[in-house]
């Protein structure tokens, strides 16, 4: 099918219907096709933040209607885009493992609440690492959880990585945890494609507002630049974190409103929603 932009996704309420099946990093797209073949019933979704994977994972399924490509951080799709009880099933296999700077990895806890809340009853989430103590850890997160069961790793995904360990003859490591319990409450946002928010302070201090910085609960936002276009028009650099997620967003205030900029074709969570009247009005 090809590659999607977040918003083509909410436009086209992608995850109404079928069954829905989630790679992240799904680097050259290897793992989609046999995911594809063994399941051509299910809707493929493979992530990738390179847009050298997306290009190497396009050409090699573009001609699959039911694979679907999107540059996006695995747990920002997960969190913005996937609606609850939605996956069939995740995959993660050997990610960036991020020796000595661990709190980077994809696995932590808010990936495993997060998991819990968009995977089925049923579903399973497929991990496979070569490094030990990203697979000890993942694996106790998962059965300190009290919503997963671990059961049998898949012997062999046939993806790149796979090959390179197995031909250095590294060991590797892999688990599949199947939801067994949801949770009882599932946190919810809106997410929206435009949200004009009218704006109220003065052009002085909009001027000034370039290295302003918000921190609230889990909210971090900060201006990075903000850029004069013509008397009344300015756009805004600016980047947004929820928790262990970061976005960089650009805004433009046109005629007394500000809202993201037209073509650059993001979404808009609510919590940057809430910031963005917070620092406008
Ligand atoms: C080591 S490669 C593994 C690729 C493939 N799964 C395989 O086994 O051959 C890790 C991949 O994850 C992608 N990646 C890294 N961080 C990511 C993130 N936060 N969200 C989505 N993909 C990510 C990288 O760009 C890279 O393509």
Redesign the pocket.
């Known amino acids: 099918m090809g590659l999607l932009t977040p918003r083509e996704i909410l436009k086209n309420d992608l995850f109404s219907k079928g069954t829905h099946i989630l ?6 797209g ?2 989609l096709l046999h995911l594809h073949q063994a399941r051509p019933y299910a809707i493929i979704w493979g ?4 847009n050298f ?1 997306l290009k190497k994972a396009f050409s090699r399924t573009k001609d699959r209607a039911n694979i679907f490509l999107v540059k ?6 997960l969190q913005w885009l996937v609606p609850p009880k939605t996956l069939k099933e995740v995959y ?5 493992p991020w020796p000595g700077n661990e709190k980077k990895r ?1 696995v932590n806890q808010n990936f495993i609440k997060l998991l819990s809340e968009r995977l089925e009853i049923g579903g399973r989430f497929t991990f ?1 690492t070569d490094v030990r103590d990203y697979y000890e850890k993942t694996r106790e997160l998962f059965e300190s959880s009290g919503f997963f069961r671990i059961t049998e790793g898949i012997e062999s ?1 046939y ?4 090959r ?1 360990w197995k031909s250095l003859r590294r060991e590797t490591y892999s688990l599949t945890a199947e939801l067994v319990k949801a949770p009882k409450n599932i946190e919810t946002f809106g997410v929206f494609l435009e949200h004009p928010v009218e704006v109220s302070i003065s052009v002085e201090t909009i001027k000034n507002l370039a290295g302003l910085e918000l921190r609230w609960g889990d909210i971090f936002f900060k201006i990075i630049d903000v850029y004069e276009k013509t008397g009344r028009e300015f756009l805004f650099k600016t980047v947004f974190r929820f928790r262990d997620m970061g976005q960089k967003q650009l805004f433009i205030l046109k005629d007394g409103k500000i809202d993201l900029l037209p073509v650059q074709l993001e979404i808009y969570p609510e919590p940057l929603l809430d910031a963005i009247k917070l620092v406008f009005t």
Do not use: H, Q, V
């Open positions: 790679e992240i990093g799904c680097g050259n290897e793992f992530l990738d933040i390179s994977a996006s951080d695995g747990k920002w799709f993660l296999l050997f990610p960036d994809m496979a995904f993806t790149k990585y796979e390179k």
